[in-house]
């Protein structure tokens, strides 16, 4: 059963433009939802991250919607530049219990071409 | 360099070898996590160190796996008689805190069973 999941599976966008990735989630309990960009060879570095408590946040070029009633969370990546080709991963956590571990969607191969 | 470092960074060994690796997380970062990742998927988490305890380890930890973490610092993951379905990164991250805090990765451990 997959908890998140990601679309599109690969995106390429011109320099320039919007780069859009949606998640949806089926657990309820998921109150944490971070997004992750990794590029080859490297481990997962944290981008940007919402709560529930707030339906959208933006952090310079990069923003993430949230639509709780609709369980789906998006990442938009404004001015995309070829420096944001990467593997961006969408995650959710539960702060119920004390592991807080994450729950990765499958992960979009972002392309940006100059 | 303070980020997490994992040790080695590429392994190939021969099914039914045992193989370790090690993570050492941010300093004084409580907590700390184990998850695998293979091609084109996102992380699934294997198990979750809080200090020195052992506090969850996932139904895809089989039998073979086991991790350590002495005196709350860094930790091992052993596997032990290898199989081709091994074969994955193997990330490790860390946070700090009693609540939600930002996991930080490691570049993981890719390894290789022949």
């Known amino acids: 059963q997959q908890q998140v999941k990601q679309s599109p599976q690969s995106l390429i966008v011109q320099k320039g433009g919007i780069s859009i990735i949606n998640c949806a989630y089926e657990?309820?309990?998921?109150?944490?939802f971070p997004w992750y960009q990794q590029f080859p060879g490297k481990g997962p570095a944290l981008l940007i991250a919402?709560?529930?408590?707030?339906s959208e946040k933006k952090e310079g070029r990069f923003t993430i919607s949230f639509n709780k009633s609709a369980k789906q969370f998006s990442l938009h990546i404004m001015d995309s530049q070829p420096g944001d080709s990467a593997t961006y991963f969408c995650?959710?956590?539960?702060?119920?219990?004390?592991?807080?571990?994450?729950?990765f969607g499958k992960g979009t191969l972002l392309t940006v071409n100059p | 360099d303070t980020g997490v470092s994992q040790d080695p960074r590429h392994k190939i060994t021969k099914r039914g070898q045992n193989v370790t690796f090690r993570c050492d997380p941010i300093?004084?970062?409580?907590?700390l996590y184990w998850y695998r990742q293979t091609l084109g998927q996102g992380p699934e988490f294997l198990t979750y160190?809080?200090?020195?305890?052992?506090?969850?380890k996932s139904r895809l930890l089989s039998d073979r796996f086991s991790a350590e973490r002495p005196k709350g610092s860094f930790s091992t993951l052993e596997i032990q008689r290898t199989e081709q379905g091994d074969s994955a990164m193997y990330l490790c991250?860390?946070?700090?805190?009693?609540?939600?805090?930002?996991?930080?990765f490691g570049p993981g451990t890719r390894l290789l069973v022949l």
């Open positions: 300093s004084e970062h409580n907590r």
């Open positions: 995650a959710a956590s539960t702060s119920g219990g004390s592991n807080y571990k994450l729950t």
């Open positions: 919402i709560r529930p408590d707030v």
């Open positions: 160190f809080q200090n020195e305890a052992q506090l969850e």
């Open positions: 657990n309820t309990a998921f109150d944490y």
């Open positions: 991250a860390s946070s700090l805190g009693s609540g939600q805090g930002t996991q930080y």
